[in-house]
């Protein structure tokens, strides 16, 4: 940044929009702020850089009240933006006045995004159009879909979906199958559940903490505590979520001594319990 500032490169819009960008990634959002507010010619790559700033590190209505302030013709990189940070504060009519503004554009990563925002806000129906309307569609588009469903707690239309996915070619991801497996974990469906799980093994997915902890996750919900401890002890690397799960599993199931052991070896782990951990391991003791 100082190199840029002495070389006379600091107003260029180009380095204006790299500096944006690398203090939000680097979560210093004042100072990206800051050198955005400077700015005395503002590109449509610097309102991006900040709006995107913004929502990726959880300041979706100040994504927003900055995309109100762009008097810029926004593209694809805005609008996706701000479809997310509409869905992540429930903000489904100002979603649909974006989408309006954005739909003419015909792009994968806006309707995907858009697919998202009704979704997630409850428009179930529009999000289902905008999908099927698609003459494109890549696996992100159909998790979002099969994801929004669960998310509203349709989870037999997910896996209707799933397979539909399959037949078109397209191969499911470990995204894609957490999102499958979350589903089976809500209907409490042990024969889907192990044949989607004998697919991933068959198929060599990638093993990622989130699907692993949707595997557990299911095994707990279908009662094989042994299996989804099994499951659980292989993981290499955990997280809060999956501590979780196995601490509150534990402890329903009267085994406090168990839950408590591994609350201590998270903790150890330096792991931060959450209000959820707290609630378990207490009832792990009563």
């Not at 509203?152 to 070619?169: C, N, P, V, W, Y």
Request: contains cysteine; proline residues 1%.
């Amino acid at each position: 940044h100082e190199q840029a500032v002495n070389s006379g490169l600091a107003n260029n819009p180009v380095v204006q929009k790299a500096l944006v960008s690398m203090y939000s990634k680097c979560k210093a959002l004042e100072k990206a702020k800051e050198i955005f507010e400077k700015s005395s010619k503002r590109e449509l790559g610097v309102w991006n850089a900040m709006i995107v700033g913004y929502a990726q590190n959880g300041h979706h209505l100040e994504a927003l009240k900055l995309y109100k302030r762009m008097e810029l013709e926004p593209n694809g990189v805005t609008i996706s933006s701000i479809l997310g940070a509409c869905s992540n504060v429930g903000e489904l009519e100002e979603g649909r006045k974006i989408y309006a503004r954005g739909k003419h554009l015909k792009d994968l990563v806006v309707d995907t995004a858009a697919v998202n925002m009704f979704g997630k806000c409850g428009d179930l129906e529009t999000a289902r159009q905008i999908f099927d309307g698609m003459e494109l569609k890549n696996e992100v588009t159909w998790n979002s879909m099969m994801a929004v469903y669960v998310y509203q707690g349709r989870s037999r239309d997910a896996l209707h979906l799933f397979e539909k996915m399959k037949s078109t070619g397209i191969k499911p991801s470990s995204s894609t199958y957490a999102t499958v497996v979350h589903a089976c974990s809500d209907l409490s469906d042990v024969t889907k559940g192990t044949t989607i799980h004998s697919e991933i093994v068959k198929a060599s997915i990638r093993q990622t903490v989130i699907l692993q902890t949707a595997l557990v996750t299911l095994y707990v919900r279908l009662g094989m505590l042994d299996f989804a401890r099994g499951l659980f002890d292989k993981m290499e690397e955990k997280n809060v979520v999956v501590y979780n799960v196995m601490i509150s599993a534990l402890s329903q199931r009267g085994l406090g001594k168990e839950a408590l052991e591994l609350y201590k070896k998270m903790v150890h782990k330096g792991i931060r319990p959450e209000a959820a951990t707290f609630c378990s391991a207490l009832g792990a003791c009563s």
